[in-house]
Protein backbone atom coordinates (compact mmCIF):
# COMPACT_ATOMS: atom_id res chain seq x y z
CA UNK A 1 0.00 0.00 0.00
CA UNK A 2 1.77 3.01 -1.54
CA UNK A 3 1.07 6.39 0.05
CA UNK A 4 -0.97 9.05 -2.12
CA UNK A 5 2.05 11.03 -2.69
CA UNK A 6 4.14 8.61 -3.97
CA UNK A 7 2.97 8.87 -7.68
CA UNK A 8 4.13 12.42 -6.94
CA UNK A 9 7.60 11.86 -5.84
CA UNK A 10 8.25 9.59 -9.00
CA UNK A 11 6.93 12.51 -11.27
CA UNK A 12 9.40 14.74 -9.17
CA UNK A 13 12.20 12.47 -9.15
CA UNK A 14 12.54 12.41 -13.26
CA UNK A 15 12.13 15.88 -13.91
CA UNK A 16 13.68 18.06 -11.20
CA UNK A 17 14.84 17.70 -7.97
CA UNK A 18 12.65 18.42 -5.11
CA UNK A 19 14.58 16.65 -2.02
CA UNK A 20 16.03 18.46 0.65
CA UNK A 21 19.06 17.63 3.44
CA UNK A 22 21.08 14.33 2.01
CA UNK A 23 22.69 12.08 4.88
CA UNK A 24 24.63 9.58 4.26
CA UNK A 25 22.11 7.26 2.86
CA UNK A 26 18.60 9.47 2.58
CA UNK A 27 17.03 11.62 1.15
CA UNK A 28 14.29 13.90 2.69
CA UNK A 29 11.99 15.33 0.94
CA UNK A 30 11.50 19.55 1.42
CA UNK A 31 7.75 19.42 2.20
CA UNK A 32 7.36 16.33 4.76
CA UNK A 33 6.09 17.20 8.39
CA UNK A 34 8.60 16.53 10.74
CA UNK A 35 8.12 16.84 14.91
CA UNK A 36 8.32 20.62 15.30
CA UNK A 37 11.22 20.13 17.93
CA UNK A 38 14.36 20.45 15.82
CA UNK A 39 16.43 18.49 17.98
CA UNK A 40 14.19 16.02 17.79
CA UNK A 41 13.54 15.53 14.50
CA UNK A 42 17.81 15.72 13.48
CA UNK A 43 17.73 12.74 16.13
CA UNK A 44 14.67 10.91 14.22
CA UNK A 45 16.59 11.54 11.01
CA UNK A 46 19.72 10.31 11.81
CA UNK A 47 18.56 7.21 13.25
CA UNK A 48 16.74 6.36 10.56
CA UNK A 49 20.18 7.52 8.08
CA UNK A 50 22.47 5.06 10.61
CA UNK A 51 19.86 2.00 10.87
CA UNK A 52 19.38 1.87 6.83
CA UNK A 53 23.05 2.25 6.02
CA UNK A 54 23.60 -0.59 8.21
CA UNK A 55 20.72 -2.64 6.97
CA UNK A 56 21.80 -2.17 3.55
CA UNK A 57 25.65 -4.37 4.88
CA UNK A 58 23.66 -6.06 7.37
CA UNK A 59 26.28 -4.59 10.01
CA UNK A 60 24.35 -2.27 12.00
CA UNK A 61 26.18 -0.41 14.54
CA UNK A 62 24.26 -1.51 17.45
CA UNK A 63 23.04 -4.59 16.23
CA UNK A 64 19.59 -5.40 15.71
CA UNK A 65 17.34 -4.84 18.66
CA UNK A 66 15.23 -8.23 17.92
CA UNK A 67 13.72 -10.85 15.80
CA UNK A 68 11.01 -9.18 14.56
CA UNK A 69 13.21 -5.98 12.94
CA UNK A 70 16.03 -8.83 11.72
CA UNK A 71 12.99 -9.98 9.27
CA UNK A 72 12.71 -6.73 7.85
CA UNK A 73 16.23 -5.74 7.65
CA UNK A 74 16.92 -9.35 5.76
CA UNK A 75 14.80 -7.96 3.23
CA UNK A 76 16.91 -4.57 3.24
CA UNK A 77 20.00 -5.88 2.35
CA UNK A 78 21.82 -4.95 -1.10
CA UNK A 79 18.56 -3.17 -1.67
CA UNK A 80 20.58 -0.39 -3.13
CA UNK A 81 21.49 -2.55 -6.21
CA UNK A 82 20.58 -2.69 -9.37
CA UNK A 83 22.07 -5.67 -10.89
CA UNK A 84 21.56 -5.13 -14.73
CA UNK A 85 23.12 -1.60 -14.33
CA UNK A 86 26.08 -3.48 -12.32
CA UNK A 87 25.68 -0.10 -10.01
CA UNK A 88 25.36 -0.92 -5.91
CA UNK A 89 23.85 2.52 -5.08
CA UNK A 90 21.25 3.08 -7.48
CA UNK A 91 18.16 2.77 -5.83
CA UNK A 92 18.72 5.10 -2.67
CA UNK A 93 16.19 5.65 0.41
CA UNK A 94 13.61 8.70 -0.22
CA UNK A 95 12.01 9.38 3.17
CA UNK A 96 7.86 10.08 2.55
CA UNK A 97 5.90 10.20 5.67
CA UNK A 98 6.52 10.70 9.06
CA UNK A 99 3.54 10.03 11.19
CA UNK A 100 3.16 10.54 14.84
CA UNK A 101 1.75 7.66 16.63
CA UNK A 102 2.36 8.87 20.13
CA UNK A 103 4.71 11.24 21.95
CA UNK A 104 7.45 9.03 21.60
CA UNK A 105 6.69 6.88 18.43
CA UNK A 106 6.50 7.84 14.89
CA UNK A 107 5.65 6.02 11.98
CA UNK A 108 7.94 6.20 8.60
CA UNK A 109 7.43 5.32 5.20
CA UNK A 110 10.76 5.24 3.08
CA UNK A 111 10.59 4.76 -0.66
CA UNK A 112 13.83 3.28 -2.42
CA UNK A 113 13.94 5.08 -6.17
CA UNK A 114 16.19 5.54 -8.56
CA UNK A 115 16.26 7.08 -12.22
CA UNK A 116 17.56 5.59 -15.46
CA UNK A 117 17.52 7.55 -18.59
CA UNK A 118 15.01 10.02 -17.21
CA UNK A 119 12.81 6.73 -16.23
CA UNK A 120 12.02 6.33 -12.59
CA UNK A 121 12.30 3.11 -11.09
CA UNK A 122 10.49 2.44 -7.85
CA UNK A 123 12.29 -0.62 -5.80
CA UNK A 124 10.74 -0.70 -2.72
CA UNK A 125 8.91 1.12 -0.31
CA UNK A 126 9.23 0.38 3.82
CA UNK A 127 7.39 0.85 6.79
CA UNK A 128 9.49 1.73 9.86
CA UNK A 129 8.48 2.23 13.84
CA UNK A 130 10.60 5.10 15.77
CA UNK A 131 10.87 4.94 19.24
CA UNK A 132 12.26 7.29 21.70
CA UNK A 133 14.50 5.97 24.45
CA UNK A 134 16.02 8.34 26.72
CA UNK A 135 16.66 10.51 24.02
CA UNK A 136 17.67 8.46 21.33
CA UNK A 137 15.45 6.98 18.32
CA UNK A 138 15.54 3.30 17.76
CA UNK A 139 14.39 1.98 14.59
CA UNK A 140 12.28 -1.27 14.32
CA UNK A 141 9.43 -3.53 12.06
CA UNK A 142 5.86 -2.47 12.70
CA UNK A 143 5.10 -6.29 13.42
CA UNK A 144 4.86 -6.00 17.36
CA UNK A 145 2.65 -2.82 16.51
CA UNK A 146 0.12 -3.99 13.92
CA UNK A 147 0.07 -7.38 15.97
CA UNK A 148 -0.58 -6.80 19.61
CA UNK A 149 -4.07 -7.34 19.69
CA UNK A 150 -3.73 -11.01 18.16
CA UNK A 151 -4.67 -13.71 19.86
CA UNK A 152 -2.32 -17.01 20.67
CA UNK A 153 -2.25 -19.93 21.27
CA UNK A 154 0.97 -22.12 22.57
CA UNK A 155 2.31 -25.50 22.60
CA UNK A 156 5.56 -25.89 24.76
CA UNK A 157 7.71 -23.20 23.61
CA UNK A 158 5.57 -22.32 20.33
CA UNK A 159 3.43 -19.30 20.21
CA UNK A 160 1.26 -19.22 17.77
CA UNK A 161 -0.13 -15.79 16.59
CA UNK A 162 -3.35 -14.85 14.66
CA UNK A 163 -6.49 -12.37 14.55
CA UNK A 164 -8.78 -14.60 13.79
CA UNK A 165 -10.17 -18.30 14.92
CA UNK A 166 -7.45 -20.69 13.80
CA UNK A 167 -7.75 -24.73 13.25
CA UNK A 168 -6.13 -26.03 16.51
CA UNK A 169 -5.72 -29.54 14.98
CA UNK A 170 -3.85 -28.35 12.19
CA UNK A 171 -1.48 -26.25 14.54
CA UNK A 172 -1.33 -29.49 16.83
CA UNK A 173 0.22 -31.31 14.03
CA UNK A 174 2.52 -29.00 12.24
CA UNK A 175 3.53 -27.93 16.11
CA UNK A 176 3.92 -32.04 17.39
CA UNK A 177 5.98 -32.58 14.40
CA UNK A 178 8.55 -29.55 14.98
CA UNK A 179 8.54 -30.75 18.90
CA UNK A 180 9.47 -34.08 17.54
CA UNK A 181 12.05 -33.24 15.20
CA UNK A 182 13.73 -30.10 17.97
CA UNK A 183 13.95 -32.59 20.48
CA UNK A 184 16.30 -34.93 18.37
CA UNK A 185 18.27 -32.05 17.27
CA UNK A 186 18.45 -30.18 21.03
CA UNK A 187 16.97 -27.15 19.64
CA UNK A 188 14.19 -26.82 22.56
CA UNK A 189 16.18 -23.60 24.07
CA UNK A 190 14.73 -20.67 22.00
CA UNK A 191 10.96 -19.76 21.93
CA UNK A 192 9.63 -19.89 18.08
CA UNK A 193 6.82 -17.63 17.16
CA UNK A 194 4.26 -17.36 14.02
CA UNK A 195 2.59 -14.53 13.66
CA UNK A 196 -0.65 -16.16 10.81
CA UNK A 197 -2.79 -14.28 8.02
CA UNK A 198 -5.11 -15.41 5.63
CA UNK A 199 -5.04 -14.91 1.88
CA UNK A 200 -6.05 -11.05 2.00
CA UNK A 201 -3.28 -9.91 4.01
CA UNK A 202 0.02 -10.18 2.34
CA UNK A 203 2.67 -11.64 4.99
CA UNK A 204 4.94 -9.22 4.20
CA UNK A 205 3.20 -5.82 4.82
CA UNK A 206 2.88 -7.06 8.76
CA UNK A 207 6.44 -6.25 8.98
CA UNK A 208 6.65 -3.53 6.94
CA UNK A 209 7.11 -4.96 3.14
CA UNK A 210 4.58 -2.95 1.17
CA UNK A 211 6.26 -3.09 -1.99
CA UNK A 212 9.20 -5.20 -3.25
CA UNK A 213 10.17 -5.53 -6.71
CA UNK A 214 11.26 -9.17 -5.96
CA UNK A 215 7.72 -10.26 -5.21
CA UNK A 216 6.22 -9.02 -8.24
CA UNK A 217 2.75 -10.94 -9.24
CA UNK A 218 4.17 -14.15 -6.41
CA UNK A 219 1.50 -15.23 -4.16
CA UNK A 220 1.05 -14.85 -0.70
CA UNK A 221 1.29 -18.24 0.17
CA UNK A 222 4.92 -17.92 1.47
CA UNK A 223 6.86 -17.42 4.89
CA UNK A 224 9.44 -15.10 5.99
CA UNK A 225 11.80 -16.27 8.91
CA UNK A 226 14.55 -14.48 10.98
CA UNK A 227 15.86 -14.94 14.70
CA UNK A 228 18.10 -14.30 17.29
CA UNK A 229 19.64 -15.48 20.34
CA UNK A 230 16.27 -15.76 22.15
CA UNK A 231 13.76 -16.18 19.57
CA UNK A 232 12.86 -18.01 16.08
CA UNK A 233 10.25 -15.86 14.01
CA UNK A 234 8.11 -16.89 11.40
CA UNK A 235 5.48 -14.84 9.71
CA UNK A 236 3.16 -16.51 7.48
CA UNK A 237 0.14 -16.90 5.65
CA UNK A 238 -1.88 -20.00 7.39
CA UNK A 239 -1.59 -22.40 4.65
CA UNK A 240 2.50 -22.65 5.12
CA UNK A 241 1.65 -24.04 8.60
CA UNK A 242 -1.58 -26.19 8.20
CA UNK A 243 -0.15 -27.91 5.31
CA UNK A 244 3.49 -27.53 5.56
CA UNK A 245 5.40 -30.62 3.98
CA UNK A 246 6.97 -32.69 7.13
CA UNK A 247 9.81 -33.85 4.95
CA UNK A 248 10.45 -29.98 3.93
CA UNK A 249 9.96 -29.16 7.79
CA UNK A 250 12.69 -31.74 8.99
CA UNK A 251 15.28 -29.48 6.33
CA UNK A 252 13.96 -26.47 7.97
CA UNK A 253 14.27 -27.53 11.45
CA UNK A 254 17.87 -29.03 10.91
CA UNK A 255 18.85 -25.97 9.39
CA UNK A 256 18.41 -24.20 12.37
CA UNK A 257 21.01 -26.03 14.07
CA UNK A 258 23.97 -26.59 11.32
CA UNK A 259 24.07 -25.07 7.96
CA UNK A 260 22.81 -27.79 5.34
CA UNK A 261 26.27 -27.25 3.71
CA UNK A 262 27.76 -28.86 6.83
CA UNK A 263 25.80 -32.19 6.56
CA UNK A 264 25.56 -34.99 4.16
CA UNK A 265 22.78 -34.29 1.89
CA UNK A 266 21.88 -37.49 1.30
CA UNK A 267 21.60 -38.63 4.20
CA UNK A 268 19.63 -35.48 5.23
CA UNK A 269 16.63 -36.59 2.92
CA UNK A 270 17.23 -40.04 4.28
CA UNK A 271 15.71 -38.75 7.44
CA UNK A 272 13.46 -36.72 6.41
CA UNK A 273 12.04 -39.48 4.65
CA UNK A 274 11.94 -41.78 7.60
CA UNK A 275 10.40 -38.73 9.68
CA UNK A 276 8.64 -36.78 7.10
CA UNK A 277 7.85 -38.81 4.22
CA UNK A 278 7.62 -37.11 0.55
CA UNK A 279 5.13 -35.09 -1.59
CA UNK A 280 2.93 -34.71 1.69
CA UNK A 281 2.51 -39.29 1.76
CA UNK A 282 3.51 -40.74 4.91
CA UNK A 283 6.24 -43.65 5.14
CA UNK A 284 3.60 -45.99 5.73
CA UNK A 285 2.13 -44.83 2.89
CA UNK A 286 5.39 -44.65 0.76
CA UNK A 287 7.05 -47.86 2.28
CA UNK A 288 4.49 -50.60 0.28
CA UNK A 289 5.32 -48.80 -2.98
CA UNK A 290 8.80 -48.98 -2.38
CA UNK A 291 8.21 -52.85 -1.83
CA UNK A 292 5.72 -53.67 -3.94
CA UNK A 293 8.20 -51.60 -7.11
CA UNK A 294 11.45 -53.88 -5.83
CA UNK A 295 11.30 -57.62 -4.66
CA UNK A 296 13.37 -58.97 -2.17
CA UNK A 297 15.93 -61.35 -3.50
CA UNK A 298 19.19 -62.19 -2.95
CA UNK A 299 20.53 -60.98 -6.52
CA UNK A 300 19.27 -57.09 -5.86
CA UNK A 301 22.03 -54.64 -6.14
CA UNK A 302 21.33 -51.91 -3.72
CA UNK A 303 25.20 -50.43 -4.08
CA UNK A 304 24.12 -50.21 -7.79
CA UNK A 305 20.55 -48.91 -6.90
CA UNK A 306 22.58 -46.38 -5.31
CA UNK A 307 25.12 -45.70 -7.52
CA UNK A 308 23.03 -45.02 -10.11
CA UNK A 309 20.33 -42.81 -8.43
CA UNK A 310 17.76 -45.14 -9.77
CA UNK A 311 14.36 -44.12 -9.00
CA UNK A 312 10.24 -44.47 -9.51
CA UNK A 313 7.60 -42.49 -10.09
CA UNK A 314 4.06 -42.31 -7.88
CA UNK A 315 1.01 -40.16 -8.81
CA UNK A 316 1.53 -37.08 -9.91
CA UNK A 317 4.80 -37.75 -11.66
CA UNK A 318 7.12 -37.58 -8.61
CA UNK A 319 10.36 -39.49 -8.12
CA UNK A 320 10.86 -41.39 -5.39
CA UNK A 321 14.77 -41.60 -5.30
CA UNK A 322 14.94 -45.73 -3.85
CA UNK A 323 18.65 -44.93 -2.32
CA UNK A 324 16.29 -42.67 0.16
CA UNK A 325 14.06 -45.69 1.16
CA UNK A 326 17.01 -47.67 1.78
CA UNK A 327 19.14 -44.93 3.70
CA UNK A 328 16.17 -44.55 5.71
CA UNK A 329 16.14 -47.71 6.76
CA UNK A 330 19.68 -47.79 7.49
CA UNK A 331 19.19 -44.41 9.80
CA UNK A 332 16.15 -46.38 11.56
CA UNK A 333 18.45 -49.37 12.32
CA UNK A 334 21.06 -46.41 13.98
CA UNK A 335 18.85 -44.76 15.87
CA UNK A 336 17.46 -47.93 17.68
CA UNK A 337 21.22 -48.90 17.97
CA UNK A 338 23.10 -45.67 19.04
CA UNK A 339 20.47 -43.24 19.17
CA UNK A 340 20.24 -39.98 17.48
CA UNK A 341 24.04 -39.38 18.36
CA UNK A 342 24.97 -42.21 16.19
CA UNK A 343 22.54 -40.64 13.05
CA UNK A 344 24.65 -37.05 14.08
CA UNK A 345 27.93 -39.10 13.31
CA UNK A 346 26.68 -40.17 9.93
CA UNK A 347 24.76 -37.08 8.88
CA UNK A 348 27.90 -34.93 9.16
CA UNK A 349 30.14 -37.40 6.87
CA UNK A 350 31.20 -35.95 3.77
CA UNK A 351 30.02 -36.64 0.28
CA UNK A 352 32.20 -37.79 -2.16
CA UNK A 353 31.82 -39.79 -5.26
CA UNK A 354 33.30 -43.12 -4.09
CA UNK A 355 31.34 -42.31 -0.20
CA UNK A 356 34.84 -43.66 1.70
CA UNK A 357 33.82 -41.22 5.04
CA UNK A 358 30.06 -42.61 4.51
CA UNK A 359 30.87 -46.34 4.48
CA UNK A 360 33.96 -45.76 7.15
CA UNK A 361 31.21 -44.53 9.74
CA UNK A 362 28.87 -46.77 8.99
CA UNK A 363 30.36 -49.42 9.60
CA UNK A 364 32.02 -48.13 12.81
CA UNK A 365 28.22 -47.57 13.93
CA UNK A 366 26.35 -50.59 12.62
CA UNK A 367 28.75 -52.91 11.49
CA UNK A 368 27.50 -52.34 7.61
CA UNK A 369 29.64 -52.46 5.19
CA UNK A 370 30.32 -52.02 0.57
CA UNK A 371 30.38 -55.79 1.24
CA UNK A 372 27.77 -56.78 3.46
CA UNK A 373 25.47 -53.71 2.61
CA UNK A 374 22.82 -55.92 -0.03
CA UNK A 375 22.71 -58.59 2.52
CA UNK A 376 22.10 -56.32 5.75
CA UNK A 377 19.90 -54.14 3.56
CA UNK A 378 17.36 -57.01 2.49
CA UNK A 379 17.28 -57.85 6.07
CA UNK A 380 15.95 -54.68 6.82
CA UNK A 381 13.25 -54.30 4.02
CA UNK A 382 12.08 -57.78 5.01
CA UNK A 383 11.76 -56.63 9.27
CA UNK A 384 9.93 -53.40 7.98
CA UNK A 385 7.37 -55.20 5.57
CA UNK A 386 6.66 -57.35 8.36
CA UNK A 387 6.40 -54.28 10.90
CA UNK A 388 3.87 -52.72 8.15
CA UNK A 389 2.04 -56.00 7.61
CA UNK A 390 3.21 -56.72 4.16
CA UNK A 391 4.70 -60.10 4.68
CA UNK A 392 3.89 -63.15 6.97
Same mark, same amino acid.
Not at 336 to 342: H, K, P
Given at each position: MLLNKLP???IALATSTLFGQQYDVLTVQED?????? +??? +??????????FLSGAHKNSLQHGVPNAETQILVDELIDIPQNDALDDSTFFTPHLTNVVPLDTSTFGLHVAYLGVNEQTPILRAHFEFIAKRIDGDFTI? &??????????????????VFHFPYDIDEEKLQRFADFVIFCDTKLDNNEKQSHY? =????????LELFGVH?? &???????????? &????????????????????? =??????????????????HRR???????????????????????????????SNVDWLDHKWKKSHFVTQGG???????????? =??????????????????KTKRTKDEAEYFSVLESLVGITKDNYNLEVNVLIEEEMKNLGLMD
Open positions: LLLIVLPED +SLE +SASLLHALDAE &SPLAVRTQNWKSWKLQNHY =LCKDEINPYK &SDYNGDPTITRW &SSGDKVKLLWVANEARVYDYN =LHDLWHNRLGQVVSRRDVVDCHIATLYGGLWGLSWEELFPMFSKRYVVERKNYTDDFVGAL =LIRKIEREQNFEGVWKLL
